[in-house]
């Protein structure tokens, strides 16, 4: 295996992780996980036992090998830390959109569009994915007071599962139940910015 193998291999390693974290479907994803996490660990141990039987005669790549196969090992097991970089740098990246997005909504510029389901706007492109798992928002007007709720999919679950959502709401009662949770559970739920919340669970 050369140098330009294992460059090959992290980047496709890098590929393949956005991949899942924008697109691949959560059924598939588990399963898709579990090959790969037994796939660098077979890697992994091969190569340190690699390193420990030449430790006295050590080349630049044999240490390369056992070092990259390790760490992405650890990075694929422990994938919530992965994705927790990714969401952030997402977050950055992406934030200006989503405010456009959500301007657009307050104009009603976008609104519920799909025939499934009452509140759900399938955005007009795939690409940038704002919205996890189809690029689809979720709209909720408060006919009482007027105000909005906007979701972004971070995770998209299915059924009764809980999902992870980037919330905008200038809703007083929203924002109750937001500030709520943030106390409650901080580990999955927090404030961005004004208006703007992350959050895990049912929504």
């Given at each position: 295996?050369?140098?330009?193998?294992?460059?090959?291999?992290?980047?496709?390693?890098?590929?393949?992780?956005?991949?899942?974290?924008?697109?691949?479907?959560?059924?598939?994803?588990?399963?898709?996980?579990?090959?790969?996490?037994?796939?660098?660990?077979?890697?992994?141990?091969?190569?340190?036992?690699?390193?420990?039987?030449?430790?006295?005669?050590?080349?630049?790549?044999?240490?390369?090998?056992?070092?990259?196969?390790?760490?992405?090992?650890?990075?694929?097991?422990?994938?919530?830390?992965?994705?927790?970089?990714?969401?952030?740098?997402?977050?950055?990246?992406?934030?200006?959109?989503?405010?456009?997005?959500?301007?657009?909504?307050?104009?009603?510029?976008?609104?519920?569009?799909?025939?499934?389901?009452?509140?759900?706007?399938?955005?007009?492109?795939?690409?940038?994915?704002?919205?996890?798992?189809?690029?689809?928002?979720?709209?909720?007007?408060?006919?009482?007071?007027?105000?909005?709720?906007?979701?972004?999919?971070?995770f998209r679950n299915f059924f009764d599962s809980p999902s992870t959502l980037f919330v905008y709401t200038n809703d007083p009662e929203q924002i109750k139940e937001l500030e709520k949770r943030v106390i409650e559970r901080p580990e999955g739920n927090w404030k961005l910015?004004?208006?703007?919340?992350?959050?895990?669970?049912?929504?």
């Amino acid at each position: 295996m050369t140098k330009r193998t294992l460059i090959l291999i992290v980047v496709g390693w890098i590929l393949l992780t956005l991949f899942n974290y924008y697109y691949m479907n959560f059924f598939i994803l588990a399963f898709e996980w579990l090959g790969l996490v037994i796939t660098l660990f077979i890697f992994s141990v091969t190569q340190i036992i690699r390193l420990i039987k030449e430790r006295n005669e050590l080349t630049k790549i044999r240490i390369q090998k056992a070092v990259i196969f390790t760490v992405l090992f650890l990075l694929t097991f422990f994938k919530s830390f992965t994705n927790g970089i990714i969401e952030k740098a997402d977050w950055f990246v992406l934030e200006a959109k989503r405010e456009k997005i959500v301007n657009q909504v307050l104009n009603k510029e976008l609104n519920p569009n799909v025939s499934w389901n009452g509140w759900v706007c399938e955005l007009p492109y795939e690409f940038p994915v704002v919205s996890n798992g189809g690029n689809d928002i979720g709209i909720s007007r408060n006919d009482e007071n007027g105000k909005t709720t906007v979701s972004f999919w971070v995770f998209r679950n299915f059924f009764d599962s809980p999902s992870t959502l980037f919330v905008y709401t200038n809703d007083p009662e929203q924002i109750k139940e937001l500030e709520k949770r943030v106390i409650e559970r901080p580990e999955g739920n927090w404030k961005l910015k004004e208006y703007w919340y992350r959050t895990y669970g049912e929504w």
